[in-house]
């Protein structure tokens, strides 16, 4: 608390909260029973998973052929909701790694929530890989573990094994930072609640927090170190995504621009995610003290960054395509911006980034509505954006007698239905069972701007 | 049915009895430790176990593991092409060419491969029956005696209806018959009619015989909508003869100039080098016209007729052309008219071709129908001057216009005897059916060109209580012989007899112990060629006599033509051939009627809506498909379709909610367009003037294996590049001869950051070499590597789905000019084993693998599925196993290899270069302790290439035919430049024509 804010600055939390308060606002929702728009949402949500469960169990049973691909299209519905989950995930880390070293203090009224998001965003993700083999139950094969099998190995080369390493290390150190930053509010929990039952599992999570200098010294060194962890993951993980497509030899795949483009496309989706939850959390459960306008106004400048990138990577690849004189490349950018998924290529362009060019109006981005509905076309856009990527350079390659067309079934359409629902039902949990703010991290901003305070 | 083949199964190869689901190893296992600790318990009844017993007094020749080869003759049509029958444990599991075959000259066309898996029918009649109950044998021997005896002495008209009957022995049997029966008449007919041609021979040469063609002897091929390449007579003969006379890799290149008048798209039309489209009335115009021509040439004169513009200066220049090439050329005609016929014949005797490539002093058998008596014996059955009637190898009730009535007037039949092994449309109607065993299990002779005999002998032990025709024939004279004593019996009268001495034979002098070695080594090699006496026959009708051409004309016209594999519908039940794409549509599992683009547009049509065609009071609906390149006037469907029975295949392919069935329930596999057949002048014709088309509005699904039909990219994505897909080498001969690298795609420095090369090859280095300029696209390949590799059968919504499991595939692209014509490439494509393979990188679980002989492997029991070797693959050519498909029923899967693991879902596979057969000969030479000779070693795909368009071998062995190849100056790879370095290599495709007549330029 020694530091020193600038008069200028504009306080973080309104309402001139005390600690306490803050502790009331944060933890009471728990306490209560929960609401009925809680239930409705969540009945949806768990209705959604439950069908895309029935349906991923009936693919394993029948076969993947119940999926719409084909001997052209090896990939489709499976690998664009795999890069679209694993590109939502990314605003957490970056909110809770990378801002916390930049010491960015709006970020304590979001991490929490974008954490969580990040980790129930890559279980989505997880899925789908696995889902996607045409014998999941061998799925192990590709983690290098000792076996019996004579000198068979993984094949370090293919970056399918790359993948397996990025996400379960991204996955693994994700909840690992989450838990941790958790741990001073599992206390706080634990001292506040009257349930026996809760009391001790709270207390057994808290691993015994008692709130001493000491812990709290202990407890910032781990949290700095992770957060250091996990700052190269923000950049990693979707560029090693972004390798299953930059190292193969498919026209409209094999391109350096990837990582970059990938990673700057996962943070501004991530944002966009975040941004539709968090919208959505402050009206419902009264936060809007906590996520101010401040809060939504950063993250959309962020958003109007990472679209400029994502937008100039877009052009990049036409003009690459054409100054590379290669002609299946070319064909492959006409094809993706005029053939016969161009309306899928429209989309992404409009929605990725035309429509986020209004958050340059202050008006347009403290205006919540307005923002609510730009960011889910952002959402939309970006699940096009992979779907663009995937399905425009496998429907037609090289040799023009297999190109082919595809289109999903209603096992994957269900399929996909059930990671939102899969995601929306965690989260609502989420929601229902751990403080949504980091109650001690919004006790140290607490002072920020305080004195500018009307 | 079924249970009795159940039976049938067990009781033949106790070890080879199909899988039964129940008990596999690891039942075996659960099992067997269940009962152990059940019965330590409380003594539980332990489950079924299913024992193996092994063969005791072991069969001679049936080697566990080894296979055994067979000489015999393809009983797929009339063609008689010679067959070598591979068998396993005691059942044949494929069949390929006799390298040294007169007829087939080592290749075999997809219905012959696949003549293999209806041995394995299940639906096969393999008992006789009368009035639909089974009876025995000697119960039909006594009804039919007793009946035909009765019929005798009432001096009733017996009938012998059969297709083409080229076995002598047969044929001597129905003679012998027709002694003790005199009122008895042998009646022959095809389904796929060439009667006119032998009708105009009798007409102008006084026989009535079919010629017999030598492509390889014409440099100048006219061929008026004969689908040589493809249907008609004898397709692999025809098309290994057409490859002999178009050799550019010797020092002095040869290449016959080809030109097809067509209306619709056949596959030799396809391979034209000139292609003329012309609606069935303009080709016997043209066929007027050029005979008027040559005849002018030959100081005679002859009616012309009237062409438009183009065409009619195009016919002087072929006339020129033909004329110069007087004694090697050769004009062909499929259109089943006498006149055109007639006329075809003055043209190549005017030219001089008979006695070069028109042979009538060795006439061919293959096709000896002749309409006209079927017709004569049609009106009898009408007017129920026939008492007995005994049908033979075809199916008038199915391929008859007439033949619902036809099924009528048989009933009428005092005995009707059907010798059928299908339960077909005529077996309803027949009294008594006398099954006759498949080709592969009975004994059986032909002669299908005139001194040319081949032998057909059992490679299995045939399954039930079927008897050959000639032992039915015999039986009813008393005799009782078997077809082995009746072959040998006429071999020894008729062939040996005839053997030159220098032959090894005995001259007319005939001694038993002699005959046996002639017999022995004919049975061996399954042919036996004749110097026979010529016959010489002049051309006898005079040129004025030659009548002119049937004219008229209408809108729209209706033709009917065989497809490749399908052709008069009697392999109908095949599902292989049902599952082969279309040489030229692509299109599988359906018929349909095809309609150029233009008239498309005109009738507002699009791909798959279902039409209405209606002609002479009959009418069909059926989806249309529009067809680039077809004349405008024409609706082209094909016959073979709508066959009964087809409706066993509804269960092919997955079975899931959104499948859709590959035939409705209860319904058909396409539709049977015979009743559009016409009788006229003599002949059926093919073609229907006055036709009706409309659009009912409804839709019907096609599933076709390719999507996109040209080397071009859609015009519309190509701002002004004029982009067409360096993938396809060609150019011109004339070009060709001045600059063997003629038609070159600009050579690519190819650069690799490697700086050591990461595969050796110390020793075998396998590879391939493609010729385009002998592929047809005929697909014999496709079938033969299904059968070599167990490759299954997914279905219609499958292929729909574009997931055909295929390994070889031949592409097939189209050049369209604007006014409507179109050239063709074919292009077969498989693993290409590339050096540098993109696949072999992204597997994360090292499931393909490069070989150290440079082929790239699929480890099956490896593959998790991630279909990412398939995403990665530049040729599309990896097939993934989307759910776990069937191979046919129990039945069918008596035909695997077992050399080949059958895959399970969801793992990939792909073209192995054949790997069992290079270990196999590895295996072989290393047990003789030599080196592997070029040439051994044959994957099933070249093997079977009538055209013999694929090589395969050592890229090592530098005096390799495959090393030949790959210097020569035509030599190229797909895709090279992406520089995964294909081991599988094409060779420019050189047609013989002008550089302006490409429909691409």
Known sequence: MSEIYSTLRKPLILGNKSYADVTADIAQPLDRKPSLPWWIAFLVSFSMFILGATAVIYQLFIGIGTWGLNNTVGWAFDITNFVFWI??????????????????????????????????????????????????????????????????????????????????AYFTISLVFWYVGLIPDLATLRDRTVSKIKKKLYGFFSLGWNGSNKTWRHYETVYLLLAGLATPLVVSVHTIVSWDFATSVIPGWHATIFPPYFVAGAVFS???????????????????????????????????????????????????????????????????????????????????????????????????????????????????????????????????????????????????????????????LFARLLPMISIGEVKAVLGYGKNNQQ | MSNNYDNILLERSPDEAPPQRGVNRRDFLKIAGFSFGGALVAGCKPGKVEKAIPFLVKPEEVTPGVSTWYATTCGGCSAGCGVSAKNRDGRPIKLEGITNHPISKGGLCSVGQAHLLSLYDSQRLIRPSKDGQDITWDEVDRTIIEKLDSIKNNGGAIRFLTGTVTSPTVKSLIKKFTENYPTTKHVQYDGLSCSSILDAHEKTHGARLLPHYRFDQAEVIVSFDADFLGTWISPVEFT????????????????????????????????????????????????????????????????????????????????????????????????????????????????????????????????????????????????????????????PVYDLPIGSQFGEWMKKLQLSVNFTNQSDETESYSQIVCPEPQALESWNDAEPVAGTFTMTQPVIKPFGQTRTVAESISAWMGEKKSSLELIKQEWEKSVYTRLPERNGGQGLQSSTSGFQLFWDSAVYDGFVKLDIPVTKRDFIVGRDAVPTGRVGDSTYNLLLYPKAAMLDGRHAHNPWLQELPDPVTKIVWDNYASVSSATANELGISEGDVVRVEASGTNIELPAHIQPG???????????????????????????????????????????VAPFIKFENGTFAYDVQSVNISNTGKKHTLACTQEHHSLHVPKYLDPGHGERRPIIQETTFAAFVKNPKAGSFEEHELTTMWTTEDHKYTGHHWGMAIDLNKCTGCSACVVSCQAENNIPLVGKDEVFRNREMTWIRIDRYYDESPNGDITVQHQPMMCQHCGNAPCETVCPVLATVHSDEGLNQQVYNRCVGTRYCSNNCPYKVRRFNWFDYEHGDEMHKLALNPDITIRERGIMEKCSLCVQRIQEVKIQAKKEGRTIRDGEIQPACAQSCPAKAIVFGDMNDTKSELVKQMNNPRHYGVLEEIGVRPSVGYMTLVHNREEGEWAHV
């Open chain 1, 87 to 168: 590109g939502i995930g990314h605003a957490g880390t970056l909110i809770s790694a990378i801002l916390f070293l930049f010491r960015q203090k709006w970020r304590t009224s979001v991490n929490r929530s974008a954490e969580a998001m990040t980790i129930f965003a890559v279980m989505c993700a997880g899925i789908f890989p696995i889902i996607h083999m045409g014998r999941p139950w061998l799925a192990f094969w590709v983690i290098p573990y000792p076996n019996m099998r004579g000198p068979l190995w993984v094949n370090f080369r293919s970056p399918l094994v790359w993948d397996m390493f990025a996400i379960s």
């Open chain 1, 270 to 428: 991530g944002f966009a995610m975040v941004l539709t939850l968090m919208l959505i959390v402050r009206k419902v459960m009264h936060l809007e003290e906590y996520i101010t306008l401040h809060h939504v106004e950063a993250m959309c400048k962020i958003i109007i960054a990472t679209a400029g990138i994502v937008g100039m990577a877009y052009m990049t690849e036409f003009f690459t395509a054409w100054y590379s004189g290669n002609e299946y490349e070319r064909f492959t950018f006409i094809n993706r911006a005029f053939g016969p998924y161009a309306w899928a290529y429209w989309i992404m362009f409009s929605c990725n980034v035309f429509v986020p060019q209004l958050l340059w109006s202050k008006k347009i981005r403290t205006n919540l509505l307005f923002v609510f509905f730009i960011v889910i076309f952002i959402n939309v856009g970006m699940w096009f954006e992979r779907f663009v990527i995937i399905m425009t350079s496998l429907t037609r390659d090289y040799l023009p007698a297999s190109w082919a067309s595809y289109s999903p079934t209603s096992i994957e359409v269900a399929t996909f239905i059930g990671s939102f629902g899969l995601f929306f039902s965690l989260f609502l």
């Open chain 2, 240 to 395: 290994s003869a057409y490859q002999a006379g178009r050799t550019l890799d010797e020092k002095q290149p040869v290449c016959s100039y080809h030109v097809q008048f067509e209306s619709r798209v056949s596959l030799t039309g396809s391979n034209a080098d000139k292609r003329v489209r012309l609606s069935p009335d303009e080709i016997r115009k043209a066929i007027q016209q050029t005979a008027s021509l040559i005849a002018a040439k030959a100081g005679a004169t002859s009616v012309s007729s009237a062409l438009s513009g183009e065409t009619d200066s195009f016919i002087k220049q072929l006339a020129e052309k033909l004329w110069d090439a007087r004694g090697k050329s050769l004009v062909v005609s499929g259109g089943n008219d006498v006149q055109s016929q007639t006329q075809i014949n003055y043209i190549n005797h005017l030219l001089g071709n008979y006695g070069t490539t028109v042979d009538i002093e060795q006439p061919s058998n293959q096709k000896q129908g002749n309409d006209n008596e079927l017709q004569t014996l049609l009106d009898e059955m009408k007017n129920g001057q026939v008492a007995a009637l005994f049908i033979q190898g075809v199916n």
């Open chain 2, 630 to 672: 077809q004349h405008d006037s024409v609706i082209a469907i094909a016959l073979g379709y709508g066959r009964k029975g087809t409706d066993r295949f509804t269960k092919i392919g997955p079975q899931w909610f959104e499948a859709e069935p590959t035939v409705e329930e209860g319904g058909l596999v396409g539709k049977n």
